[in-house]
């Protein structure tokens, strides 16, 4: 530290005797601010700075340390911020509300949540800043239950306490739970607990996750009925949650009201949207008509134009974006391009184009690649490049249990149940366990949950009658199941009941039995649907005059008339 003291400055340099704190205080903060210019930072940071105003024997005050405090914004800075933290109680400001709220945070920032809590704990009346800050530093560590249970004892509770825990839930993919908290802010009412454009971005984030439309839709008539005005960020969200919602035309008309409010963030998320659609041909044309317009596209841009071409099975266009996004607009591929690419190929079976992007990446591969790699020689039935990558896979994510599914999956489909067996073995044996197939669907704002075979839904036994019903309408017209993706090696018969049971079939047959002849349904999948699904739903689109969106892991398909959008190329 001494270096840093001798280091002379003509700006640091003062020893004139009226030099009070408050012009040390005011350097601290100038050097404190995020975007300190590089210029300045190379003469000092904020804690050289104290030190030097402690050499030249000035005294700290009460606002010489919360600015201090908040430039050890990292693990990197834990030691300079205990050691500030024993300034603090040497000068007697440890019980400074204030301080003691920058105290939590910086100690939540350096990553020391048990540091944090012991400052907490030693208040003996917490205020609500430091209420909030201990809340936000346990859901910045995914301690969302803990955070729950501190936020439960907050007495009076302000938007910044609601907003920390909904984000909290949303963050750790609690959805359900968030749109419940915000329920019970509702009921509240009142206007501390007024929820603003924050509130509304990370509510519409969770009904976009969900696929719960109506959700989305009463929190877009709040938004307008409290007169919020829609933003380039709210906008975004909106489009955002509408395209996850399967209403991409509503998506449309937000990014069109938006008028001139548009950044590359919208443009972007419009783009995606139609994408996910498979309205390749509207993303890609929106793509052109931005850059047109002026604005330039980014990184995430151009995973919306692979997107689009992945799903439209354009081979050659993508491959001319993809030069393009690094010879005109200078973007160097990322991984997350590059798994764009393996995928593009792959689905079009174009094996060894893929492997050549493989082979081409400047990085290693990560578990993306070989995901995109295995679905893709999956579906050309190249069984080799299946068992390189997901061995590949599996080394890289041992507890991976899609990999092993889909290993398994192309075993059954050579009907080669003995390594079927095999796979399952080393599934056990290193504990991983499937990800059980769910799906959503959301009538009359409740949203109701099928796992595969559920029997836990209070009305199981008319679901199954009419599930019973839809099947046999369907045998009536020419239905087979298609057994090929059955992973267990059953005889034919109990196969084709383990795939009348895929929670989709249930989601889907629970929502015909509950809502009026006509009415569209969507069904959020956290899988892939499987190609039995696929037919069975396109021919019930058909029989029932229904029009059905699912939107699976990957995309969405929207049924009609017995056709489904992709084409029957997902
Ligand atoms: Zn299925
Ligand atoms: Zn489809």
Known sequence: ??????????????????????????????????????????????????????????????????????????????????????????????????????????????????????????????????????????????????????????????????????????????????????????????????????????????????????????????????????????????????????????????????????????????????????????????????????????????????????????????????ERMTREFGIFPSINHYGCMVDLYGRAGLIDKAWDVVNSMPMEPDALIWGALLSGSRIAGDIKSCEIAVKKLIELEPTNSAAYVLLSNVYAKLGDWKDVRNVRDLMQTKGVKKVPGCSLVELDGVIHEFFVGDESHPDTREIYMMLEEIMSRLKLEGYASNTGEVLLDLDEEAKEKALWLHSEKLALAFAILRTSAGTPICIVKNLRICRDCHVAIKMISNIYGREIVVRDCNRFHHFTKGICSCGDYW
């Open 1 to 322: 530290m001494s270096k840093l003291i001798q280091t002379t400055h003509p700006v640091l340099n003062f020893r004139h005797p009226s030099f009070e704190s408050f012009i040390w205080n005011t350097l601290i903060r100038i050097q404190s601010k995020p975007n300190a210019s590089s210029y300045t930072n190379a003469i000092a940071s904020p804690l050289s700075i104290y030190f030097r105003m402690r050499f030249h024997n000035v005294s700290p005050d009460l606002h010489t340390f919360p600015f201090l405090l908040t430039s050890f914004n990292s693990p990197f800075h834990l030691f300079s911020g205990q050691n500030i933290h024993s300034q603090i109680l040497r000068f007697g400001f440890g019980s400074d509300p204030f301080v003691q709220t920058c105290l939590i945070n910086m100690y939540s920032c350096c990553d020391n949540l048990a540091c944090a809590h012991q400052v907490f704990d030693e208040i003996a009346e917490p205020d609500l800043p430091s209420w909030n800050s201990i809340v936000n530093a346990n859901v910045k560590v995914g301690l969302v239950d803990v955070a729950r249970r501190l936020f439960d004892k907050i007495p009076v509770k302000n938007v910044v306490s609601w907003s920390c825990m909904l984000n909290g839930y949303v963050k750790y993919e609690k959805y359900k739970e968030c749109l419940g908290l915000f329920r019970e802010m509702q009921k509240l009412g009142g206007d501390c607990v007024r929820p603003n454009e924050y509130t509304m971005s990370v509510l519409l984030s969770a009904c976009g996750k969900l696929g719960a439309l109506e959700h989305g839709n009463w929190v877009h008539a709040y938004i307008e009925r409290c007169g919020m005005k829609i933003d380039d960020v709210l906008g975004t969200c909106l489009i955002d949650m509408y395209s996850k919602c399967g209403r991409v035309d509503r998506a449309k008309w937000v990014f069109d009201n938006l008028g001139s409010k548009k950044d590359v963030i919208t443009w972007s998320a419009m783009i995606t949207g139609f994408a996910m659609h498979g309205h390749s041909t509207e993303s890609l044309a929106y793509f052109s008509e931005m850059v047109c317009s002026g604005i330039r596209p980014n990184a995430v841009t151009f995973l919306g134009v692979f997107c689009a071409c992945v799903h439209a099975g354009l081979v050659n266009e993508g491959g001319a974006y993809f």
